[in-house]
């Protein structure tokens, strides 16, 4: 079964902090998304494979080391997703960046797919499917499905709030997936909204109700 990773670095739970407080408007909400989302991505990336490479330094040669293995490939669940992408793509310029979209069918509450755009080389890149909130985990499960059609074979999951109902239904569809997050919260309420969570993170971001 996947390991959920919370990630307790007390500046991404100081940032937190704020991005949940319904006072932060919207400008202040994106950059903060921006910075923990910079913060998660170099945590999510601590076990990226290096090699060694010889370098002239203006001193001497040196022996250094440089990422090896899989390319890194970000795919952001729109429209929410598109928020956490810029702070990522911060630390992994070189990363490539493919685009789901699915909205949440309002009786149902299933996902529905709508947009499907993927890096043509799938099968060679480790992939960070990125979703601000785990609320039902339906959205996300169904992102990493259609992943996982495509032939991607290595793939983590990055949230900034998730809930107890949102990584069981993960662990149990996918559990080959690891989750990180940087909170996981009580529950979700009578309309599948994370308690107590941030809110909506889409009309949030974008200023939108």
């Known amino acids: 079964m996947g390991q959920v990773h919370v990630m307790d670095h007390p500046l991404i739970q100081h940032k937190l902090t704020y991005i949940r407080d319904k006072n932060t408007g919207t400008k202040e909400f994106r950059e903060l ?13 601590r076990d990226l494979q290096l090699e060694e490479v010889m370098i002239q330094t203006p001193v001497t ?65 480790d992939f960070i499917v990125i979703d601000p909130m785990l609320a039902t985990g339906a959205s996300a499960s169904e992102a990493l499905k259609i992943m996982k059609r495509m032939g991607v074979r290595s793939m983590k999951m990055m949230c900034l709030i998730g809930c107890p109902e949102g990584v069981k239904r993960i662990q149990e569809d996918h559990p080959d997936v690891d989750i990180y997050v940087a909170a996981v919260d009580e529950r979700l309420n009578e309309k599948s909204y994370i308690v107590p969570g941030l809110g909506d993170a889409g009309d949030r971001l974008f200023g939108t109700k």
């Not at 998304?33 to 990336?45: C, P, Q, R």
């Not at 793509?89 to 993927?118: C, S, W």
């Open 33 to 45: 998304v921006d910075e923990v989302a910079a913060l998660m991505a170099y945590e999510i990336t």
């Open 61 to 125: 040669e040196a022996k250094c080391k440089v990422l090896a293995g899989k390319k890194i490939g970000l795919v952001p669940i729109l429209r929410a997703g598109l928020g956490m992408i810029d702070g990522i793509l911060k630390l992994i310029p070189a990363a490539k960046v493919g685009h789901i979209g699915l909205y949440r069918d309002p009786v149902t509450l299933q996902a529905v797919e709508y947009f499907n755009k993927m890096p043509n080389d799938v099968e060679e890149r």
